[in-house]
Antibody, heavy 119, light 106 residues
Framework: QVQLVESGGGVVQPGGSLRLSCAAS????????MHWVRQAPGKGLEWVAF????????YYADSVKGRFTISRDNSKNTLYLQMNSLRAEDTAVYYC????????????WGQGTMVTVSS | AIRMTQSPSSLSASTGDRVTITCRAS??????LAWYQQKPGKAPKLLIY???TLQSGVPSRFSGSGSGTDFTLTISCLQSEDFATYYC????????FGGGTKVEIK
């Protein structure tokens, strides 16, 4: 079935780095744009980054621009989020999500991976 | 950036009630609006896209309406499994979510 599975979360010190992965299955990964969305504990949803189906364009929220990098490997059906210069306010559950295609709503979400930035 | 304002931020209702949640965009977004349901510890689930189109598999008691800047999500007859937090999201430009509406049991 259509599925997204995130991995790579954990505890990291402020200023540290972490790379998240999102493994896709059950659909033609290379045909769809992908997003990262995060949710701080007890808070709402915050869009983080988007990459087009072929990796040609990438967009970032102001809160992560210059620190996070979204990428994808269509040969491995995997989406990535490289997070550098991490701050306490980056602590959140990180979700990857697939866009529908014709419409850009997020129709498939992963289960999320927790990132905790703490000393 | 387009701001999305949901109201109320929380509400208490009983099974069988009709519930309406509103979402206002800070500028016109045509019908580029989605609604999601999120239960504790779970990923969000797409309910409605294009402001009023029901996602496959979503019960017909959910409906959406609106265009431009003002939108509503209606649950016609609240069921026990509908107690959750609901988010609107615009995808007219860089995605932006509303602050969420928590639907609790009265």
């Amino acid at each position: 079935q259509v599925q997204l599975v995130e991995s790579g979360g954990g505890v990291v010190q402020p200023g540290g780095s972490l790379r998240l992965s999102c493994a896709a299955s059950g659909f033609t990964f290379s045909s769809y744009g992908m997003h990262w969305v995060r949710q701080a504990p007890g808070k709402g949803l915050e869009w983080v980054a988007f990459i087009r189906y072929d990796g040609s364009n990438k967009y970032y929220a102001d809160s992560v621009k210059g620190r996070f990098t979204i990428s994808r490997d269509n040969s491995k059906n995997t989406l990535y989020l490289q997070m550098n210069s991490l701050r306490a306010e980056d602590t959140a559950v990180y979700y990857c999500a697939k866009i529908m295609g014709i419409y850009d709503a997020f129709d498939i979400w992963g289960q999320g991976t927790m990132v905790t930035v703490s000393s | 950036a387009i701001r999305m304002t949901q109201s109320p931020s929380s509400l208490s209702a009983s099974t069988g009630d009709r519930v309406t949640i509103t979402c206002r965009a800070s500028q016109g977004i045509s019908s580029y609006l989605a609604w999601y349901q999120q239960k504790p510890g779970k990923a969000p689930k797409l309910l409605i896209y294009a402001a009023s189109t029901l996602q496959s598999g979503v019960p017909s008691r959910f409906s959406g309406s609106g265009s431009g800047t003002d939108f509503t999500l209606t649950i016609s007859c609240l069921q026990s499994e509908d107690f959750a937090t609901y988010y609107c999201q615009q995808y007219y430009s860089y995605p932006q979510f509303g602050g969420g509406t928590k639907v609790e049991i009265k």
